[in-house]
């Protein structure tokens, strides 16, 4: 590539293009403007401008039985949807699957409007041109005067909806997070529908983390009420959680020390706040008593 490098290891790959049963080891290269997987008989050469999904760890079912820690990246060829499947060991595919998302999305410019709503209260805040930039483990939009930081490990909630932005219709990225553990919602469009998509995938790396992680978390009504009390805690600054719960100070205290453990709440000076995982939690369960 006459372009500069930024990423060349040797690792396994296959793709539908070489219509290679079993992966093969060479080199994966990647620059600014293509993704190259060269073997000593092959090499396939994906345009990133052509990649239109990329997902970390998944492997699609007819490959299943070859890869273990992977990056798949799908790409448009000839109308066709190809699919390259990448395996590396951990580390590697770590870096290199936030070096890929860096190369697609960093520098993009974005329309975002923040804080949309603080607190579930939605602000006279206008949509403003940014700069899109990706940082290990979070998302930053550069505004002419500021920057937006969303952490991921922060993100309680996102999803894909269609607003009204700059006075037309556009797809956007709405992102629940919680900086200094406070619930402020972040709206984002990006000037293409790949383009949200791919970010969308970014920042589910770390929420699909969150969510396995409370798969098996196990939680009795005592509990979810004592997570919505302290969500609503900005409403009833001053009343003891026992009031609020209707039950004795010591029976809160016990709920409160299981809720830690399960790194649902944790300790502040002025008392337990949510964590993330307790956030994605309180947030479904609003969810499921609205719907």
């Known amino acids: 590539m006459s372009e500069s490098v930024i990423a060349d290891f040797v690792g396994k790959f296959n793709s539908e293009k070489t219509a290679r049963v079993e992966p093969t080891t060479g080199r994966v290269l990647l620059s600014q403007k293509r993704l190259v997987l060269a073997a000593d008989e092959s090499k396939t050469t994906i345009p990133l401008a052509d990649v239109i999904d990329v997902a970390v760890g998944h492997v699609p079912p007819d490959l299943g039985d070859f890869f273990d820690s992977t990056v798949t990246v799908a790409f448009k060829k000839e109308d066709r949807r190809l699919v390259a499947v990448i395996e590396a060991d951990d580390e590697k595919i770590d870096k290199f699957s936030t070096v890929l998302y860096k190369a697609l999305l960093n520098g993009t410019e974005a329309t975002v409007k923040h804080p949309a709503e603080i607190g579930g209260r939605v602000t006279d805040q206008t949509y403003a041109p940014a700069k899109l930039a990706l940082?290990?483990?979070?998302?930053?939009?550069?505004?002419?005067?500021?920057?937006v930081t969303v952490s991921l490990s922060q993100v309680t909630e996102f999803s894909r909806e269609?607003?009204?932005?700059?006075?037309?219709?556009?797809?956007?990225l709405t992102v629940k997070h919680t900086p200094n553990g406070q619930a402020v919602t972040t709206v984002a469009a990006l000037p293409s529908s790949r383009k949200l998509s791919l970010l969308g995938r970014y920042i589910r790396?770390?929420?699909?983390?969150?969510?396995?992680?409370?798969?098996?978390?196990?939680?009795?009504?005592?509990?979810?009420?004592?997570?919505?009390?302290?969500?609503?805690?900005?409403?009833i600054e001053g009343v003891p959680l026992a009031n609020v719960l209707d039950r004795e100070a010591s029976e809160v205290t016990m709920l409160v020390t299981d809720l830690e453990e399960k790194e649902l709440l944790a300790s502040t000076d002025v008392g337990p706040t949510l964590t993330s995982k307790g956030r994605v939690v309180v947030n479904k369960h609003l969810d499921d008593v609205n719907d």
């Open 205 to 235: 790396l770390e929420y699909s983390d969150l969510m396995a992680d409370l798969k098996d978390v196990e939680l009795s009504d005592p509990e979810i009420e004592l997570l919505v009390a302290v969500y609503s805690a900005g409403d």
């Open 135 to 147: 940082r290990p483990k979070a998302v930053q939009f550069n505004r002419a005067d500021d920057a």
């Open 162 to 172: 269609t607003r009204d932005v700059a006075g037309s219709k556009r797809a956007t």
